[in-house]
DNA sequence: CTATAATCGAGACGGTACGTCACGTCTTGAT
DNA sequence: ATCAAGACGTGACGTACCGTCTCGATTATAG
């Protein structure tokens, strides 16, 4: 995911420990106050307080970097587990409905799918995703189901996409018509996708 | 969305009757093929066989011309009506996961994440986004309210996000994994998301 | 020598007229403020009011732009013609002083020996250099040959080269000694070069 | 000129023997096949096989490095006395002929006029110019003026002037026209450059 | 024999200019 | 009025080189 460490046999000035942190944070900035199209190369290594050929020593172009700097911040998830499954995933949407509603996660996500568009270096960022986020709902059910919460015969996949995806979605619906939810309701959607689901995949019928 | 009607007065040479279509396809076309960052207006204009004036009489800059291209091919989705609540969303999730599943349909999941990252130009696609879609769910579910299988106090909105969201989410696991389910596999998914929200909606517990 | 009539066939938006010349009016000015090293083209750009694209739409590199500035600029040398032998050389002389101390003459010199040192495109400029300066001299070693004033059997590229010589090392002695002759040291000079190669030439011997 | 001599003491690891010469010899074959605007010290330093650092530890910059390495080479010029004033200036317009048209000669003549064309750093090279090629006429002058074959009048830099600048001036109509003079006709040059200012500085009119 | 120190090769560093490419505008002659 | 063609000003791209710097590895003298 980083950078793929090159030609390293000690000979030669080492690279600046920092800068691979500062560029990233650079990047991200950049990408978080002018966007897509407003985000510079040339701007990023400004900020960064260094030159350009430091950055296109270890990213190969734009896209490389963007990726690599979304990736390192935007796909972190704090763990969850309340004893329930029904407070676990409470708590995975409402962590979700901010991740995704914040200007790196949001980021992540885009780069997301502008990453599964295209044929070339698919391999690593799937990987994080899949490892950062898949394994988090994984964890969730197994512990459930230990419990005898939940029925084993649901396919934990489903349960990861369609948390996800609700939780994605709204923050498009929020962004697509420039909303921008209060805590509280921010909640009370946590709560309602959560109930929605939940029967579906829990050993008691009726629970709420 | 569409063209926003020019100066048509009757005088002067009328527009090339086809141009608009054969500009709409070969957008699309190089959207699919070389991404966002490889979609250059010449490459369309020489694609669609016009010269770039063409292209500029009619949308003022590439993403109006991008979000009209996907508008046109990817919000298609043709309705659902089977009777009963289980039916219709059964029938939504699986054109849902083969819309998205297909290149325009990714092409329009895209584009509208690009969209919404945007500040300016929001207005016309989200509305477009919740014309289309929204209404879909939104009718379905009022529906099953009529007929009393579904509770009047779940919020419509959470039910679109769910649907499409774990539909959407499938979608991107199915590229960044590099997969390419059968058919039976996506009956089976949409079966699936469906059995799972159901109970949570319904005003029968324990149906499946 | 200009710039090599590419496709015309009178489709498009023409090449703005003025822009060449504006071009290399601007190349010349930055060359003769700034030096080789301190010459940039988008410094030429900026100055001519032009964008780099329509400068490298006429030169392919900056090489060929500056050869071709100063071409245009530096081979002017006006004719020569006072009726003697003498006199005509003696004025040419001058003329050759002065060329070589201007800016735009000792841009020239120094060009055409960038240019004598690679192997590519030598001819135009070659050709150029041997039109303006040979023939002059040549001019007047006929007229004089005629009026019986100089010996028939003198190669003439000799006196060429001879007269050139001693006009251009004396420019170059000048710049190495950071040297600023007067106009008394100039005609001096220029009479001293003259009195020097007269006798060699002239049919009449003891001639001063 | 030579090295500028750094903090020699005795402590510390003494300068690879060497490397001086290497580096001049590398400079100089860049300098040769890439011409002015691809010489890069970087090459230079691969082509010599050293480190960046030593090349910088001797010569402060590009122009200092290219300047020396064409002093080193490019001003060697054997020393002429035949007894006569004809058979002395025949001898240096052949040995200037041959310098010029061979490959160090030449470079070292582009050399002169690029440093002569910029503000700084004049000193050292005029100086070494002035020394090793204006003291070669100004001797073979001083004799001949002795022995009473030359006018005292004559001013000496522009017998100079002359015979360089005619040597010169050949050399670079040579390469303009991608010419290669024979031996035969280079001597025939020699003599018919003599012979048309000999009269000229000569105190006995009529001599050939 | 150890400490000190200058030099070596390598190569990363902050800059700056290069020549390319795309944007959205414009100007032409033809339809 | 619209069309295809293509030049225009602008500005970012990714590359190359400058002259500086920092490394670990020599290689000498000084103590």
Redesign the interface.
Known sequence: MTTGEGPRRGRGRPRTPGAEERILDAALAEYGEH???GFTMDAVARRAGVGKSTVYLRWSD??ALLTDAVASHGLELTAVDTGSLAGDLTQLALNLLRHFHGAAG??A??I???????DDR?GD??EA??EVHGRQVEQICLRAIERGEMAED??I??????I???????A??E????RADSDVEVEA?AR??V???????STM??TT
Request: glycine share 8%; net charge neutral; no cysteine.
């Open positions: 966007g897509w199209s734009k896209d949001w980021a996500l885009r997301t799918f502008d990453t599964a568009s295209v698919l960022f799937a995703v899949n649901i396919p996949t489903a349960v990861t996409e369609t996800y995806g609700a939780a994605m979605v709204h498009l619906s962004r697509l018509e420039a959607r309602h996708i109930a929605m689901i939940l029967p579906g995949i019928p009726g």
